[in-house]
């Protein structure tokens, strides 16, 4: 006789971390529980980050993004005793803050 086994009907999302019920994923032939260890709405959003979409907007995101991402190491490098001149340091940081306030404009204009 065997013991009848509990069918799971929610899940922890392996990005957000929430507790979603199975519903949220996609299907896939991998997994024990058949469906995919991302929830769908974390499959859309990291969709929308990876955009392959050759418009300016996106090229001008991506690029943004880009150099932000260099300033920061930069930025950490320099913290941990890289040696630049004051001209330098002075230059990075005025990128930094340009390009951290360019991101702000863009996320509060896409969240009116």
């Known amino acids: 006789m065997s ?3 509990s ?3 929610d899940k922890k999302c392996r990005s ?3 507790v ?3 519903t949220e994923y996609d299907f896939s032939k991998k997994s024990k529980d058949g469906r995919q260890q991302v929830c769908k709405m ?3 959003r990291k969709a929308h980050k990876i955009c392959t979409c050759p ?3 996106c090229k001008d995101e991506k690029l943004l993004n880009a150099t932000y991402s260099l300033i920061e190491l930069v930025l950490t490098r320099i913290d941990e ?3 630049v001149s004051n001209d330098f340091r002075e230059l990075v940081m005025m990128l930094a803050t340009t390009l951290l306030d360019q991101k702000d404009e863009k996320n509060n204009d896409n969240n009116p």
């Open 55 to 57: 418009c300016d907007n």
């Open 81 to 83: 005793g890289l040696v």
């Open 7 to 9: 069918i799971p009907v």
């Open 42 to 44: 974390c499959k859309e």
């Open 3 to 5: 013991v009848p086994t």
């Open 16 to 18: 957000c971390r929430e």
């Open 20 to 22: 979603k019920l199975l």
